[in-house]
């Protein structure tokens, strides 16, 4: 039997029975603002919050760009086939004007969270900018590898990731051209550089100038535990350049045919790579990382580091042992045309 009578609406009115609770309030009424004496008190709470969360954000974004810059400047540096190290003619042009771009823009990201990392709130937000940092760390120790066979030093890397040098490292100081190698200058470490400082913009009310008032901004600090993480990194990619050179010399380079420049001893790159990495090895193995959070993540890197080492002593090796198998004169079925060394 179908029902009878009408259905009540939802609003309440109607031949039904009347709701027994409050009628509901339209959608469109609008709330007083609340009031109280601690309602001034939680706003500020709120918007130091709000503030916060958004500098947090800012911090992140900028890691990630960072990081993804500095691993398109590894890529770069990747396509480099140099016989010995380190190089000793500049970096192609097409791979310097590559690695350019990348790192205008990291100095770019670098300079804009600066204000958020000043005073207290540096070791506050560490954690978000670190990855961004060992990146950078990687990339830059890396090519600096390349040019000079040489481990970057911390001061060095200080310098790099201040995020106020930025005119300088691109070679963008008034009067001067662009440079030819991003690599410019040597740090003299005995001679610290003084961190520059920029002045705050003064702030104006009304008709009225306020007393002006200057801000010392001090550069972004890289930390010691960064940049030892930044060092464990950058073993795999001269782990990735060392099997790649192994694949793409001929036998008789690679047992060291080719003579060194400085002192005359046979030193092709996989032998270079092969002794550089151990003795990285040999120097991050004995440091005593402890049980901090640092000393977990150094742990974890120690052993890729390790597993990297064996993987080019493998592959040198193999290529010693078994190195009669192949014809005089074989190399791998590679494109070099983009290398740089004594290939170009």
Known sequence: MPPTGSKRPFSGSGS??????????SHNSQQPPPTGPYVSMFTEFRNELDEHQD?????IKASRDITAASKKIIFSLQRLRPTTLPLNTPL???????????????????????PDLQGLDGPRWQRQISPGLQEYIEAI?????????????????DWYVNGLNGDEILGRKKGDEAKEDVEMIDIVLTHPVET?????PTVESGAEMKKEQKKE????????EDYVLGLYDMTGEMMRFAITSVATTPLAQLLGAAKDSTDGKAISTPQCLLQDLRTLQSALEGLNVGSTAFGKDAEKKL????????????????MVVRGSERPDGWVADFDAGSGGGDNE
């Not at 039904?16 to 309030?25: E, F, V």
Request: no cysteine; proline share 6%.
């Open 16 to 25: 039904g029975p009347h709701r027994t609770g409050p009628k509901p309030q």
């Open 55 to 59: 500098r947090r954000e800012r911090i």
């Open 92 to 114: 192609p042009q097409n791979i310097n004007n590559e690695i350019l771009q990348y790192e205008s823009k990291i100095q770019d990201l670098l300079a804009s969270i600066i």
């Open 141 to 157: 120790g890396f090519r600096h590898y390349l040019l000079k066979r040489k481990v970057l030093e911390w001061e060095e890397a």
């Open 196 to 200: 520059p400082t920029v002045e705050a």
């Open 217 to 224: 901004l001090k550069g972004i600090q890289l930390s010691k």
């Open 303 to 318: 052993k890729v580091m390790q597993d990297s080492v064996r993987k080019v002593e493998y592959a040198f090796y193999g």
